[in-house]
Nanobody, 127 residues
Framework: QVQLVESGGGLVQAGGSLRLSCAAS????????MGWFRQALGKEREFVAA???????????YYADSVKGRFTISRDNAKTTVYLQMNSLKPEDTAVYYC?????????????????WGQGTQVTVSS
């Protein structure tokens, strides 16, 4: 198991930006695919973005259509941290954002494919 701790959430006006960080424990971070999910009040958890292990296809990325072109996922293996840069935020981006680790190097989008989860960080976008 890897421990994940998110940070960087907060309140921002529509059109603004936030960068979420997810610090991971463990020496196997570089071999894991990482993902970001979000869950709005009363809704199911949904996929946002994922990044493969660098050793697998150079760390390719994948995004939900709703955030493509606005959000960017990246990772720093030396710091065992994954980031989610969120630009042009919209009120519908309001949710608790969760970082997740997949104990395989390949990207997945289903929450069930990820074995470790952070506690979540609240992002609120006001109109």
């Amino acid at each position: 198991q890897v421990q994940l701790v998110e940070s960087g959430g907060g309140l921002v006006q529509a059109g603004g930006s936030l960068r979420l960080s997810c610090a991971a424990s463990g020496r196997t971070f570089s071999s894991y695919a990482m993902g970001w999910f979000r869950q709005a009040l009363g809704k199911e958890r949904e996929f946002v973005a994922a990044i493969a292990a660098i050793s697998w296809s150079g760390g390719n990325t994948y995004y939900a259509d709703s955030v493509k072109g606005r959000f960017t996922i990246s990772r720093d293996n030396a710091k065992t941290t994954v980031y989610l840069q969120m630009n042009s935020l919209k009120p519908e981006d309001t949710a608790v954002y969760y970082c997740a680790a997949r104990h395989f190097p390949v990207i997945a989008t289903a929450p069930s494919a990820f074995g470790s989860w952070g506690q979540g960080t609240q992002v609120t976008v006001s109109s």
